[in-house]
């Protein structure tokens, strides 16, 4: 297997994870926020929130979002190393404050938007590493 | 504090989680070519593992906090705190799965953690 082989199969799954795992938090915060705050802990209380949390389309979707993640995260970790494979997909961070940011309107300070850079300046360095270290 | 609490917990039990299951990915070792065949088969084995599956159980612990979490608190303030596992996680994949992690990488992680404390402070 060629270094070049491994890397443009490292980037896809990497760019699949960024993506599906993104879209699933920002898919599931949807639907929770629309199931609302648990407020009651009595056992009836959780019963109603389950079942409405289960029947909930936006959770729906955020949970298959997060299986093709979980899939592809699998996968990488078959060849790559955990201490790359983990910092490296931090990029989707800004993929998450953006979709935060148009799909929930949540609003973004100019201090949280520095800490989004700071970490992918953070994922660029890891970036350069060699994604795998161990012996086969 | 309610906050910090589930944080440490989402934390902890991913990190754990996630050095369980690498772990057990890596005992498989490398998979190719990536077809639906093979991932398939490559996914049937990998969940006949133990390791796999204590990791899994981690995994969900920090997952159904997060989702607990996620109901009450912005998802744009969440998710950037969980990114405290970059440490954690270099610490396990260093000291648990002997992997090299050289100085630029720490680096890295470095800057993470100072991504997070920005977000954090706003």
Redesign the interface.
């Known amino acids: 297997m060629s270094s070049q082989h491994l890397d443009r199969k490292t980037y896809v799954l990497l760019a699949s994870m960024v993506f599906f795992g993104s879209l699933g938090n920002v898919l599931l915060s949807k639907g929770m926020k629309q199931i609302g705050e648990i407020l009651d802990p009595s056992p009836m209380a959780l019963v109603s929130v389950f079942v409405k949390t289960f029947t909930n389309g936006f959770i729906w979707l955020g949970i298959s979002s997060l299986l093709v993640f979980f899939v592809s995260y699998l996968l990488l970790l078959s060849w790559a190393d955990f201490s790359y494979v983990q910092p490296a997909s931090a990029i989707g961070y800004a993929l998450v404050a953006v979709l935060g940011y148009f799909m929930l309107g949540e609003s973004i300070s100019l201090t949280r938007w520095a800490g989004v850079l700071t970490i992918c300046g953070g994922v660029a360095l890891v970036g350069r590493t060699e994604p795998r270290t161990t012996g086969d | 504090m309610r906050l910090v609490l589930f944080i440490a917990i989402i934390v902890l039990c991913g990190t754990a989680g ?2 369980a ?2 772990h057990a ?2 005992q ?5 070519p ?1 077809t639906p065949a093979v ?1 398939l088969g ?2 049937a084995r ?1 969940f006949r593992m133990r390791w796999m599956w204590i990791g899994i159980g981690l995994e969900a612990v920090g997952f159904f906090s997060l ?2 979490l ?3 608190a ?3 303030v969440v ?2 705190a969980t ?1 405290l ?2 440490v954690t ?2 610490c ?3 000291f648990l ?6 100085p ?2 720490w ?13 954090s ?2």
């Not at chain 2, 498989?28 to 190719?32: F, L």
């Not at chain 2, 680096?107 to 977000?119: D, M, R, Y």
Request: with cysteine; hydrophobic share 60%.
């Open positions: 996630d050095i299951v690498s990915m890596k498989i070792g490398e998979v190719h990536l991932i490559v996914l990998a989702l607990a996620l109901s009450w912005d998802v744009s998710v950037p990114a596992s970059y996680g270099a396990g994949a260093k799965l002997n992997e090299k992690v050289a630029l990488r680096a890295g992680v470095l800057l993470v953690c100072l991504g997070v404390a920005l977000i402070i706003s």
